[in-house]
């Protein structure tokens, strides 16, 4: 049975960076990171994909953070860089319709 495993969140300051980690019993579909702030849907962030590890970001994300993947470990790391209070979320991986119990991110400005 698959198991997503979010580590990584924390306080951190306007400006400052967070590297978040997926880990996964295995990696069968594209990993997607997402973030929810209560009373709002989730938000697509980054993803990758398992046959070359083609990246996208979402909108918010581009330029300022990075998704890339740990085979050897079945781990997927995001790099997050130049926070923003608006950042500020709970941050879960998705597989395949799997999701973790996500890691809570916050940003103070």
């Known amino acids: 049975q698959l198991y997503l495993v979010e580590s990584g969140g924390g306080w951190v300051q306007t400006g400052g960076s967070l590297r978040l980690s997926c880990r996964a019993s295995?990696?069968?579909?594209?990993i997607v990171w997402f973030c929810q702030v209560p009373g709002k849907e989730h938000e697509g962030v980054a993803c990758?994909?398992?046959?070359?590890?083609?990246?996208f970001y979402g909108n918010s994300a581009k330029g300022r953070f990075t998704i890339a993947r740990e085979n050897a470990k079945n781990t997927v790391y995001l790099q997050m860089n130049s926070l923003k209070p608006e950042d500020t979320a709970v941050y879960y991986c998705?597989?395949?319709?799997?999701w973790g119990k996500g890691t809570q991110v916050t940003v103070s400005s």
């Open positions: 295995s990696f069968t579909a594209a």
């Open positions: 998705n597989v395949a319709s799997t």
């Open positions: 990758i994909t398992t046959e070359d590890g083609t990246t």
